[in-house]
């Protein structure tokens, strides 16, 4: 299986914040990578696909970057709406696999 | 716009058999992959499998032995079954459609149903 890993596992941060999530595969899954966000009680929300690729709806604070093995979420400016937990997904092989999960907090 | 509904019991007993339906509105499931993911209460996210719309499938391989998801054109549904099931398998069930699949990639899920909670207890 494709381990995915996350860092930070969790970050304390302020509205206007910029905030950066990577995200490391065990091996490489070219651009098969998606982020998703998930708030308490409700489903995951795609964000980004192809690792870079900006999901319609989604604001354009929001920006993915990478390839292989090495990806980066990051949030420009971070708003109220944004604390939440946020994952990282490759669908490059089976079975697919995500990662742990990054919870954005309020500091 | 596509909407998901997941169904079934929210209860099921040690070694019974966990089934669930999604029901797809606002579009036709032909053409499409149609996935299952699960979520622990409070842990992260598990890929289930996925199907085809003319039947193929892929399953983790960690619950392949247990899972079988079939599709229903005709109702525009898909449905899981998990059998033998466990404590372990109590989580938040959801039904989800990738963005893209070519046939051994997927771009990641962009419809969603809400989740349905499915408890293993006696």
């Known amino acids: 299986d494709i381990q995915m890993t996350q860092s930070p596992s969790s970050v304390s941060a302020s509205v206007g914040d910029r905030v950066t999530i990577t995200c490391r595969a065990s091996?490489?899954?070219?651009?098969?990578l998606a982020w998703y966000q998930q708030k308490p009680g409700k489903a995951p929300q795609l964000l980004i696909y192809?690792?870079?690729s900006l999901q319609t709806g989604v604001p354009s604070r929001f920006s993915g970057s990478g390839s292989g093995t090495d990806f980066t979420l990051t949030i420009s400016s971070l708003q109220p709406e944004d604390f939440a937990t946020y994952y990282c997904h490759q669908g490059s092989g089976f079975p697919f696999t995500f990662g742990p999960g990054t919870k954005v907090d309020i500091q | 716009q596509v909407q998901l509904q997941e169904s079934g019991p929210g209860l099921v007993k040690p070694s019974g058999t966990l089934s669930l339906s999604c029901t797809v509105s606002?579009?036709?499931?032909?053409?499409?992959?149609w996935g299952w993911i699960r979520q622990p209460p409070g842990k992260g996210l598990e890929w289930i499998g996925h199907?085809?719309?003319?039947?193929?499938?892929n399953y983790n391989p960690s619950l392949k032995s247990r899972v079988t998801i079939s599709v229903d054109t005709s109702k525009n549904q898909f449905s899981l079954k998990l059998s033998s099931v466990t404590a372990a398998d109590t989580a938040v069930y959801y039904c989800?459609?990738?963005?893209?699949?070519?046939?051994?990639?997927?771009?990641?899920?962009?419809?969603w149903g809400q989740g349905t909670l499915v408890t293993v207890s006696s």
């Open positions: 199907i085809y719309y003319s039947g193929s499938t």
């Open positions: 606002g579009g036709s499931i032909s053409n499409y992959y």
């Open positions: 989800a459609r990738p963005k893209y699949c070519s046939s051994t990639s997927c771009w990641g899920f962009d419809y």
């Open positions: 091996q490489g899954i070219r651009s098969w």
């Open positions: 192809a690792a870079s």
